[in-house]
């Protein structure tokens, strides 16, 4: 490229590769193709086996890096003679191409057998075919970004020596740790700090909006009925649509053929009052206004990020419990659970924290004889808010009557623990903790009359499926192969499913943004397995299962006359 400007060699240098970094490009690529938890379209494959290949290149670049420096620069037959290296890089390239292209096709097929398994619409082979092409752009943008990085290491490291007179041995590696000690502080200080900041001001904005349909309560056993302490237009998104939804005392004695109460609902926003602490006091006022303290249950449900509940769930609990039952939540975050997942976990424990020991500390003072059985729900990240609350299973057993987790995250502490030391023969995916005595994990609704033996009050019950991206995800995967990709699957992952380093990570990380766009029973969809789930920890006397069946199909006609919600 002789005459040419020096920037373009230097922008033309970015397209060069390395043929040994192309062979293990191609390898970590076919590995992202196998499947993983949950369908993936075309989109996300592309953009996972991009990144899976463009660390592939440089685990690539980096093994014949050091294999020509240890090895072959010591022989005298290397390099080859130009013809052979055409030839050996040529061959490579095409095999690589070869390989990607048999192993799209073998993707498609997984792809398709695993959307059967959870009875979901499968993809086609000529439509997953674009993966190649969008896993070619995604790899060149991340190696050429690698590289800008690197040549400007080199950069500084030159301006090191020649201003500074560090010799050249160390100017190198001084260079490269400044941008790389910049880089992370721009990206980490700088970066995600302002994307942070503008999620929360984008879903603070949504959360005075309201979804259409829902509107203010009139019933005083409701936050933000006119007779309410909580104002209706503070309660947030979420709140307003948690208090005003769910079946009435009317609704609920037609569907259980019994006279009913009318179901207390509590709730308070983050502008309901101006501190956390505000907020709380608030909350247990209105538990005293509405009465809950006189009902049969009450139910503390510390919520994800946004403060949203589990319609379905509370439903449930108040179908069951003929509407004889207070529900309380309140809001910690503007943000969804996904980005408070990662930013605010420790918000999120301290959030169920508080919630939970105020309403206990609230509840004990009530006579032990009158006062409601004192329950907690969770799901997702609501399980860690609600963990946060606890010492261990002795705490637990202390302060409520019972517990339902679902999906826990696999970050969540008490949950880890008790996993890591399930009894002896007993499967990641399918734990058994001392015997069942007091925890109990559930993959599917049978599996929670397990192990047979006996299960005491109060019962602390767990609900992950084997396909729930939420419960296996961990930064873990990266560099260490989990037990449950070790052992048989669980019902509804392909056994084809193999752990690799580094790409099995991106696949789980891919699955995450579907946990909840499969079908219920999958995934991070539990449908109303939380109805079985929460008859197991406090179903009233005399409960049947023709009473289990009646209040499903309630739930699944609300179900089906609401829609998903958005």
């Known amino acids: 490229m002789a005459g040419k400007h020096p920037f373009v060699i230097w922008a033309w240098g970015l397209l060069s590769l390395d043929f040994t970094g192309i062979a293990f490009a191609a390898l970590f690529f076919c590995w992202s193709l196998t499947p993983s938890l949950l369908p993936r379209d075309w989109l996300f494959q592309g953009l996972i086996g991009g990144i899976s290949a463009a660390i592939g290149y440089g685990v690539g670049t980096a093994i014949g890096w050091a294999v020509y420096r240890f090895y072959l620069a010591k022989r005298p037959w290397w390099p080859l003679p130009p013809r052979y290296m055409q030839v050996l890089k040529v061959g490579v390239v095409a095999i690589a191409i070869l390989a990607a292209m048999v192993m799209l096709v073998y993707a498609a097929g997984w792809q398709r057998e695993l959307s059967a398994l959870m009875n979901a619409e499968g993809t086609t082979t000529t439509g997953y075919i674009r993966t190649g092409g969008l896993s070619m752009l995604v ?34 590696p001084l260079g490269f740790a400044l ?66 939804r769910g079946l009435d005392a009317q609704e609920l ?6 006279p009913a ?14 501190t956390a602490d505000q907020r709380l006091d608030l909350l247990v006022d209105e538990l005293e206004r509405t009465g809950a303290f006189e009902r049969k249950v009450l139910v503390i449900i510390p919520t994800t990020g946004t403060g949203w509940v589990n319609p379905t769930a509370a439903q449930a609990i108040e179908l069951v419990h003929n509407g004889d039952s207070a529900l309380v939540a309140t809001q910690y975050s503007y943000l969804p659970s996904w980005i408070s997942f990662l930013a605010d976990r420790e ?35 609501g399980t860690q808010a609600g963990e946060g609350a606890f010492d261990g299973l002795a705490d637990i057993r202390n302060t409520v009557d019972g517990v339902l987790w679902v999906g826990p995250p696999n970050s969540n502490v008490l949950w880890h623990q008790l996993v890591s030391r399930r009894d002896p023969g007993s499967t990641e995916v399918e734990p058994v903790y001392s015997d069942g005595l007091v925890v109990r994990f559930a993959d599917e609704v049978a599996d929670i009359a397990q192990p047979p ?31 449950w990709l070790s052992e048989k699957p669980g019902e509804d992952r392909l056994p084809q ?70």
């Open 139 to 172: 790899a060149a943008a991340i190696i050429s970004v690698w590289r800008v990085l690197r040549d400007l290491g080199r950069l500084v490291a030159r301006y090191l020596n020649r201003w500074l007179r560090v010799p050249r041995q160390a100017a190198l």
């Open 179 to 244: 941008v790389a000690v910049l880089t992370y502080a721009l990206v980490t200080g700088v970066l995600v700090k302002e994307v942070y900041a503008l999620a929360n001001s984008a879903f603070s904005l949504q959360n005075d909006t309201t979804r259409a349909g829902v509107v203010a309560p009139v019933a005083p056993e409701k936050s933000g009925s006119p007779d309410s302490l909580v104002p209706w237009d503070s309660l947030g998104f979420e709140g307003r649509n948690f208090v005003s």
């Open 253 to 258: 004695s037609r569907a259980n053929g019994a």
């Open 261 to 274: 109460k009318e179901p207390i609902r509590v709730y308070a926003g983050l502008e309901s009052a101006p």
């Open 347 to 381: 918000k999120a424990a301290e959030a169920g924290k508080r919630l939970i020991d105020k309403v206990h500390e609230r509840w004990l003072t009530k006579p032990p004889q009158t006062r409601p059985k004192l329950y907690v729900y969770g799901e997702s990240l």
């Open 453 to 483: 033996g006996p299960w005491w009050p109060p019962r602390v019950l767990y609900l992950q499926h084997a396909s729930d991206p939420v419960v296996w995800w961990s930064t873990d995967l990266i560099l260490k192969r989990p037990d």
């Open 497 to 566: 499913m193999r752990w690799f380093p580094f790409v099995t990570f991106w696949q789980v990380s891919a699955d995450l943004a579907n946990a909840a766009g499969v079908p219920d029973g999958h995934g991070h969809n539990y449908g109303t397995s939380v109805l079985d789930g929460w008859l197991a920890i406090a179903a009233p006397d005399g409960w049947t299962q023709a009473d289990t069946e009646r209040v499903r199909g309630t739930l699944e006609a609300i179900a089906g006359s609401e829609g998903p919600e958005k």
